[in-house]
């Protein structure tokens, strides 16, 4: 890093339906697996709601109304993208339509799926998440939250 300081900010969404059910991303870059919210890296010049936004739609062509702020991190961690300090801002988000893209009945279902980055979308009742289902601390950390405001 060169004695400068490097931040790498992200921001995800909450989606959590009538059920009290989240929305969780199983993915698979270069062979290595992760299971993460929604969301993703900030680009340069745009906000916080619109990289959230950008990101749901990139995503799964979901437009969200992003209700209200959850949690922004506030503990040193390394970023796993991109190197640098993570900064991860967090957003309880509401769907604008019905989900375009087909839910999946387990982690890692990603179907007919090739080559080396692979997606897809689930949704688990809250009372069965626990922080380890999740890869990444900061998610593991808001999964914690959830559970003891949320339920």
């Known amino acids: ?14 989606l959590i339906d009538e059920h009290k ?8 870059r270069n062979g290595t697996r992760f299971i993460k919210f929604p ?14 936004k950008r990101e749901f739609l990139e995503e799964c062509n979901l437009q969200v109304q992003v209700e209200r702020h959850f949690y922004t991190t506030d503990f040193f961690v390394a970023s796993a ?15 604008l339509h019905d989900f375009g893209f087909k839910l999946a009945a387990c982690a890692y279902d990603f179907g007919e799926q ?3 980055e692979k ?13 380890g ?13 959830l559970k003891t405001t949320l339920q």
């Open 1 to 14: 890093m060169n004695g400068e300081k490097d931040f790498n900010v992200r921001v995800y969404g909450l």
């Open 21 to 28: 059910r989240i929305l969780l991303s199983d993915e698979e």
């Open 39 to 52: 969301g993703g890296g900030l680009e340069f010049g745009e906000g916080l709601l619109e990289g959230l």
């Open 81 to 95: 993208f991109g190197g640098g300090q993570l900064i991860s801002v967090y957003y309880l988000v509401k769907p």
């Open 114 to 116: 090739k080559g080396d």
């Open 119 to 131: 997606q897809c979308f689930r949704m688990v009742p809250l009372a069965d998440l626990g922080p």
């Open 133 to 145: 289902d999740l890869t990444f601390p900061v998610d593991q950390h808001v999964v914690q939250l």
